[in-house]
Each structure stands twice: as structure tokens, then as C-alpha cells.
């Protein structure tokens, strides 16, 4: 029997600053619900709109997972280790914090938004050398499939990263159905419903949705109207 979560798009939390209109699943900053600090080593799944021109000054992280996916418009990172970038749509970053690290992330485009989701995931491994990794995926690939784009292998399709975590993502049109099975035993799944409307599993999902499974095999997905989500696979236990 699948134990399930579910956290309509209304029930995040929200922190508006202006230049940052942000959406947070999981207990972040100033929001927290004892209830949603986190799924399984899944800690942050935030969705940020960042004003032309603003960004996020230097800061440091450390022993976390940072993957960034671009939705809409471009993202500027620089970091302490040398690495002076832009992310696109259809880009996906990650850094292994380890043993520390400083970025700044800003919008480089004076006449439009940025809109990623930001995503942490506790590692398997404390104390790692940090890293950078960035690429880019055809989208075409996801078109009513499941594209991997992050894994835990370095040789294996998208970024890698110090954790056991499969990330897919599709673009269904709809009528579509997929199936997904669960990678590792032990595993859970958090679904995030990126746009439009897709029933998981009997459960109807709309737009910024998030629906989490644990001890599950294999999940159906229906869209019902043409849609896009994102499937994190990750541990349950830190």
C-alpha cells in the first residue's frame, strides 16, 4: 500500500521581498511547519521569481546538494571556486557544497523575470570536495517520456550528484499516460506538478502541486490537460 503526502500549491509557504517572490514546500527561512521540514533527504524544493536586474548576493553553503532547474529566463552564478556561468531554460546546475562554498545567483536581463526551482538534497557523504556541474538537456527528450536529468552516477544521463536520487522530468500532452518505477528499494518519490493538470495515481494534481510516495513500486501518471512535472526519487533516510 503506498503511503502518500500531498501539499496543494496553496499551502507552501510564501515570502514576497520584492525583487524574490518565493514559494517554499518545505519548511525555508522565515517559514516553517513542523509537518514539512522536509521528504525523506529531499530538504528544499523552492520556487523563485526573481525581479530583472536583483539577485542573490555572495553567500556560503556546505554538506548539501544544490540543483538548480531554470523554468523561465536566465540565471548568472559565480561561486568561490572559479565558476562564472549563465543557466537556461532547459539547463541543470548542481554544486556539492561539502566542505563548503560561496555563490551569488542574480537575473542578468534587465526586461525579464527569472523563475527556477531551487532543490536541496542532504548527501550521502559529509565533507566532500565541493563540485560544479552544469548541462544541457534537449527538452524534446521529455516529450511524453520521462527524462532522467539527474542521478547518482557520473556516467549516466544528466548531472550527478552524492546521493542515491533519481530526477525525471516530462512535458505530457494530454490524454497521456506514463509509468514510473521506483529506481532503489526503500526509495520514496515527490512529485512536483511544474504546469497544468495530471492525476497520480487516482489523485487529480494541479499546478505547483506536490504530491510525495513511500513504499511504492511503480506510479501511474494521467494528464489530464497538457502539463509538466518533475519526479525526485530519493532516500527516506538520511
Do not use: C
Request: charge should be negative; aromatic fraction near 10%.
Amino acid at each position: 500500500m503506498n503511503n502518500t503526502v500531498i501539499h496543494p500549491a496553496n499551502t507552501r509557504g510564501h515570502a514576497n521581498h520584492g525583487w524574490l517572490d518565493a514559494h517554499h514546500t518545505f519548511s525555508f527561512a522565515s517559514y516553517y511547519d513542523p509537518n514539512r521540514v522536509q521528504f525523506g533527504v529531499l530538504r528544499v524544493l523552492n520556487d523563485d521569481i526573481i525581479a530583472p536586474g536583483m539577485g542573490f548576493g555572495t553567500h556560503p553553503h556546505d554538506n548539501m546538494e544544490i540543483i538548480t532547474i531554470p523554468l523561465e529566463g536566465d540565471l548568472a552564478h559565480k561561486d568561490s571556486m572559479g565558476n562564472t556561468e549563465v543557466i537556461k531554460f532547459g539547463d541543470v546546475q548542481v554544486m556539492s557544497a561539502g566542505t563548503g562554498i560561496q555563490h551569488s545567483e542574480f537575473n542578468p536581463n534587465h526586461d525579464q523575470r527569472t523563475n527556477l526551482l531551487q532543490i536541496w538534497v542532504f548527501p550521502k557523504h559529509r565533507n566532500v570536495e565541493p563540485r560544479y556541474q552544469q548541462i544541457t538537456l534537449n527538452v524534446t527528450d521529455r516529450h511524453n517520456q520521462f527524462q532522467q536529468v539527474l542521478s547518482p552516477n557520473a556516467d549516466d544521463d544528466g548531472v550527478w550528484i552524492h546521493q542515491d536520487a533519481w530526477f525525471h522530468m516530462s512535458n505530457m500532452d494530454a490524454g497521456t499516460s506514463l509509468e514510473y518505477k521506483r529506481k532503489l528499494e526503500g526509495n520514496g518519490l515527490y512529485v512536483f506538478v511544474i504546469k497544468g493538470n495530471v492525476t497520480v495515481d487516482g489523485q487529480d494534481l494541479s499546478q505547483r502541486d506536490g504530491m510525495g510516495f513511500t513504499n511504492f513500486e511503480k506510479i501511474t501518471f494521467e494528464a489530464t490537460s497538457d502539463a509538466e512535472i518533475l519526479l525526485m526519487e530519493v532516500p527516506m533516510q538520511q
